[in-house]
């Protein structure tokens, strides 16, 4: 099992570029989050997806669209890129409904700088 | 709402110390607690978890118990190792309805031979 996977690992964008991170997942899970991660801030919700077909805001979804292509995948699209979005970004996923003491599975990020 | 708040780093401890990373926690119900770590470059992955009040979570020599009176669950090494240089999280997951985890700032640990 390769885990979760995200592409791609590094990227540089220029203000108001535009680009979409890749998630996936292969444990057959149900759920999927997208954070960012900033220095000091620890790591911030910015959409979530609880099952196939649904998603919802987080803590910080200003600036961003998400789509829940497949049980596998979970997408992160920034339509005009601006330099507060430089962070590293990181997808995670977790395993059935109404359960908190499962464990989130993270991927190893993205690295996004915006010029 | 519901939030956690750990110890400020960074924490340099010497090799074979004793650490103690401190997290409270406020939240509505019970939540299940956990600590992550984050190696150097790398995403996060768990540590420990606990899902009730007086459970302790145990993994790699690092414990923490789920204090409900004290909404604490800080956790403890007695001998560090350089290896364990890392950034530590501290989170919590509500038990009702599928809710993310909600995360502190991080700890930055650095262990020195």
């Known amino acids: 099992n390769a885990g979760v996977t995200q592409t791609p690992k590094f990227q540089v964008l220029k203000t108001g570029q535009s680009m979409t991170l890749q998630c996936a997942q292969d444990m057959n899970h149900n759920s999927m989050y997208w954070y960012r991660q900033d220095p000091g801030m620890g790591l911030r919700l910015i959409y979530y997806?609880?099952?196939?077909?649904?998603?919802d805001k987080g803590e910080v979804p200003n600036g961003y669209n998400v789509s829940r292509l497949n049980k596998r995948e979970f997408s992160l699209r920034l339509e005009s890129a601006a330099p507060s979005q430089t962070s590293v970004y990181f997808c995670?996923?977790?395993?059935?409904?109404?359960?908190?003491?499962?464990?989130?599975?993270f991927g190893p990020g993205t690295r996004l700088t915006v010029l | 709402g519901n939030s956690v708040t750990q110890m400020e780093g960074p924490v340099t401890l010497s090799e074979e110390a004793f650490l103690t990373i401190n997290c409270t926690y406020t939240a509505t119900g019970y939540p299940s607690l956990f600590w992550y770590v984050q190696y150097p470059g790398e995403g996060l992955q768990l540590l420990l978890k606990?899902?009730?009040?007086?459970d302790k979570g145990s993994n790699k020599g690092f414990e923490a118990t789920y204090r409900k009176e004290t909404t604490s669950f800080h956790l403890e090494k007695g001998s560090v190792q350089v290896s364990d240089s890392a950034v530590y999280f501290c989170a919590l997951r509500r038990n009702s309805g599928n809710t993310p985890l909600v995360f502190g700032k991080g700890t930055r640990l650095s262990v020195i031979a």
């Open positions: 997806s609880a099952s196939e077909g649904t998603t």
């Open positions: 606990a899902t009730k009040a007086d």
């Open positions: 995670a996923s977790s395993e059935m409904q109404g359960l908190g003491h499962n464990e989130q599975f």
